[in-house]
Structure formats: structure tokens, C-alpha cells
């Protein structure tokens, strides 16, 4: 996998962050183009709808937009953007199994077609507001090794599929496949080999009853690991891509959803120390950006954030802790990690920023949200 720190080193940092100022976020739409290719390399069945969620930032849809993906939108505000961007509804899935009533307008206004939904209730909105919609059931996935279990709180059991395509029928809806999401970060492709064989029994069940499931959408998941461990991020992809041809009809069509593994590793935040002193013999280093900014990600999707020094010379090894800008105790994002002694006016920088971060950031306590610049635009001619 490409990472931003590949074409965003440490000098590059220092430039940018004299430039722009810190906390910035680096966009390498190069990793994105990358990450994209990959997914399209390894699973060339499998059409893309990048999850517009974990990272909404307009030069990356742009970029996807250019390369040809498709988009899982989750709100209105998703929709109305990527409309803005002029991408067409039909290249939407609205993704999400529990909608509001203003995002389905939004839907129909833009001419979505498919939706995905987990229950009777929701059954009854869509064929009372968006009858025209083309519905997906969500199927619940066990999975308890994901960074974060999306399956609490959505998806029916397998033998809840069945009863739940005939009464949406009843209602009036349009069933025409089955979604699941085997929760964000799985490092394994067992979770998806299991729902693919599931989706194998029901599509064979629902044609005995003259239903037919033709679209499989394989949600998201897919990890995001460091250079390393490409091999691995591969070998997961090659035996979801096998688990597709074993257990799905070829006339299936096949969607993903994935959202971490084609942004996380094309954005690198740049953020300075504010702040540094003892407290009971330990250091603590303040930084710019925090837990209600970039840092969120170590809240709502308990990512583990790396800081790389940026100033040359920065020699030697101490335990620090780490906080943001905030007047709030909460706002440590790192406890004892190891770092070499820094300064106040240090630039730091963190790869794989670029999911679930600057997309739940706040602006609690008056400080804003870390801005945002493309690296290829800044460095011409960085662009492989
Ligand atoms: C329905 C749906 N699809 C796709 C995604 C993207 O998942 P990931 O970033 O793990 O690829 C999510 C994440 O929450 C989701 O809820």
C-alpha cells in the first residue's frame, strides 16, 4: 500500500508547515490513485463505491470520481456533496439501514436508485417515500477481531433474511440483494468467506421463492497496514477474490464499500509542539491538534496514531505523553510513548491520517479543523 510518508518526508513537512501553518493535513492523491488500483488489481470483479464517511475531503472524490468509482453515501449532506461535485445518483448506494426522512428526499431528488435496509420499519419508508428504490438487505456478520464491530447495531441473521425480503415484498419494495459489512479494519478474510457462503444459501433460497438477488455488496473492512505487511493486505484481497468466484453465481454483480484502506494512507497530519513541561517527573508535550480534532480517530475508531520527529537532530529517547490544545483533560491522545526529547516549535508528523480523523474532527474550544492541501499540487512534479 502506498503511504503518504512515501512522497511526504520530513523535509517536505517543514516546508509545508512553514507555508501553511500547523496542524495541516497532506493529501497524496498519487496513494489514493494507489490505494484505488489495488482494490481494483486484486478484485477485478468487485465494483467500487468508495464510503464516503471515512473521509469526505473534495480532492479525494474528485480523484475517484476521475478514476471511475462509485460511492457509498450515508446522509443527505454526503449526497448534496457529491452532487456538487457533479456525480450523478446512479453512481450512489445509499448505504445506510436506518435512514432519515430528509436524506431519502435527498435521494430521490438526485435519482438514487439503491438503498440498503435491516428491518420491516425501514421496509415501510422506503415503499411509502422512495417506492422506487431498489433495496438491499443487510446480513449480519460475526466478526468480533474488527477494530470497530459495525454488526452491533445493524444487519439480520441469516434466517431472518428470508422473512424479511417477503414482507418488504408485501410493502411494496424491490429486493435485489444482500449487503454486509464485516466491521472496519478485519484483518482476516474468514469473516467474509463465512458471509459470502451465507449469501451463497440465501440467493439459492430467495430463487426457489422466484426472488432474484442479483447484486452482492461486500461492504468495507479492509485494512490498512503498514508498507510491511502489503503482502498480507494482498493475500486477504486474493482470498476474498477466490471466496466470490467459489460461492457467488457468475451472472452476481459484486460491490465493495471501502472506505479506510483507500484514504487512511494518503493523508499525513503535520502538527507542532505548543507546549512542554514536567508533571511528577514525567513529560508531557502539548500539541496543536487533539483528541477534538485529527486525533478523534483515537475516540471513534481507536486507531493507534504514529508521530515522527521532523526537525533534523532530534537524538535520544524519552517517555512522554502526549495532549492537545484543549483546556480539556480529556484531550491526551498518548500516554507513555517513546520520543525523542523535542521542542516548543517542533513539527511532528503522523501517516495514515487520512480515515475516520479529520472526518469526526470538532472545533470544541475555538479550534479549528486542521486545513487541508494536496501534496502533488505543492511538490509539482512529485507525481509519479
Ligand atoms: C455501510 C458501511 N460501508 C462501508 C464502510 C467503510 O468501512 P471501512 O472504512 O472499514 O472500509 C462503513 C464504515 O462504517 C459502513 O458503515
Redesign the pocket.
Known sequence: MATAAEGMDASKGLILAARFGTPLLVLSRQAIRHNYELMRQYLPTVMV?Y?V??NPFAPIISELDRLGSNF?V?SDGEIEQLAAQNIGGWRMVY???VNTLRGVASAVRHGLRYC?FDSVGEAEKIAAHWPQAEALV?LRVVNSQ???D?NKK?GVLPEEVLPLIRAARDRGVHVVGI?F?V????LSPRPYQQALADCRELIAQAADEGFELRIVDI?????VLPLSRRGELIGMLQAVDRALTECLPPAVEVWS??????C?SAVTLLTSVIGSRLRDDHRWYFLDEGIYGTFSGVVFDHWEFELMACNPGRTGREKATFAGPSCDSFDVMFENRETPPLEIGDVLMSPNCG??TSASATVFNGFAKAGMVVLEDEFPGCEQ
Open positions: 463505491h464510503a464517511k471515512a457509498d450515508a448505504a445506510n439501514p440498503t443487510r474488527a477494530l470497530v459495525l445493524f449487503c459489512h466491521g472496519s479494519q478485519a461492504g468495507g473492512g479492509f485494512p464499500e471501502p472506505g479506510r484502506v483507500i487512511a480515515a475516520y
